[in-house]
């Protein structure tokens, strides 16, 4: 059973950065895609950035240039670096675990989510 735990969250001013940090149990680093998404009041949950264990990463238009994911596979952890923060990025921010078999998905998992706010 994967667990996925983050912390990191809290309030920040416009212009601030946060850092979220996810630790994954119980998923091999060597067979995972470790990706961020938010889902504010009212929306859709939405992708942010993910990073693969080879460390090829993708961005979403919106974070592009204001967020950096990064992860550590020996502790088998994703960092989500936030800078240039805007009262937009308010939302409920979860960490993600792809299991990946022979190019495919085979299992997802999801963290509890962490509440990130922005004000104005």
């Known amino acids: 059973q994967v667990q996925l735990v983050e912390s990191g969250g809290g309030l920040v001013q416009a212009g601030g950065s946060l850092s979220l940090s996810c630790v994954a149990s119980g998923s091999s680093s060597s067979n995972n895609v470790l990706g961020w998404y938010r889902q504010a009041p009212g929306n859709q949950r939405e992708f942010l950035a993910s990073i693969s264990s080879g460390g090829n990463t993708l961005y979403a238009d919106s974070v592009q240039g204001r967020f950096t994911i990064s992860r550590d596979n020996a502790q088998n952890t994703v960092t989500l670096q936030m800078n240039s923060l805007k009262p937009e990025d308010t939302a409920v921010y979860y960490c993600?675990?792809?299991?990946?078999?022979?190019?495919?998905?085979?299992?997802?998992?999801w963290g509890q989510g962490t509440q990130v706010t922005v004000s104005s």
């Open positions: 993600n675990c792809k299991r990946m078999w022979l190019g495919y998905v085979s299992a997802q998992y």
